[in-house]
């Protein structure tokens, strides 16, 4: 491939060479060669757009060194990143107990607690934006609200990101979403607002509301009856050797003796083994919304 003259020829040349890569990683190179790029330019600014590509072809790479060194940093710090591996299980029942080490499942039950608070916040934040912008958009405040508010949706984008590659392990991008070259900042606003990925934004941030519900409900139910039945035992020995039951007007035994000891048994094994579950769903959560996240935030409109 013949060398750029320009930098919206490199840029174009570096989109084709990551064009298989993750679209994450794309948008990363993409921000920072653009980023170099335009600053060089702006330091040489007699220089001129050829010489200078010329010149940083020599020290920066051409696009398609560029694109090598991307995929590979991106192999090492992902190596870097990623927790230890859980040790490989040979059995059905052995891979099934064998989450109780997988650090990324706990990392995901904690975003299925934490999800109802960002749900809210985002619901929240795009509901109140949009309705003040339309309340406000016959005026020229209300104009520049709603520019602001569009360029906040954009900023909140890339700190859900973050948050869903360390708690879910899905890779998102760690630059903002890269802008197409444009002359003027009006047409970089033009471009916010054309942008698919911005309104893909907005329909994550409202269907949070819903799925943080949804989240927090399955794994605090899962995990307060797992725990409950899981401490039946001790529960019994505390209110000597029987397993009662209060009602409002005053408790009674329902279990004790022999039998008492079988049903404890019996209700600590299944919270336990439903302790395990909560876990294996809550990596099972971990794929299914890092793969909304990304198509989303990322992906939306390609």
Known sequence: MSLPTTINQYLDQLRSELSAADPALLQDALYDAEEYLRSELAAHPREGEEALIARIASTYGRPAEVADIYRDTEVTVSRALRPPPPKPRES???????????????????????????????????????????????????????????????????????????????????????????????????????DPRTWGTLIYQVLMLPLGIIYFTVAASLLAVGVTLAAVPLLTVFSGGHIVFGPMSGEFTLWSGAMGIVVSAVSSAFGILLLFVTLHLARGVAHVHGAIAKHLLVKWGE
Not at 135 to 160: H, P
């Open 92 to 194: 059905s029942l052995g891979r099934f107990f064998g989450v109780v080490s997988d650090p990324r499942a706990y990392a995901a039950l904690l975003y299925m607690l934490l999800s109802v608070l960002t749900g809210v916040f985002y619901f929240t934040w795009a509901s109140a934006g949009l309705a003040l912008s339309l309340g406000l958009s016959l005026t020229i405040i209300g104009v520049a609200f709603f520019i602001l508010f569009m360029a906040t949706v954009r900023v909140l984008s890339l700190v859900e990101g973050r948050i869903v590659e360390v708690m879910l392990g899905e890779r998102m991008p760690r630059r903002p979403a890269y802008p197409a070259p444009s002359n003027g900042i009006l047409e970089r606003i033009g471009q916010l607002f054309t």
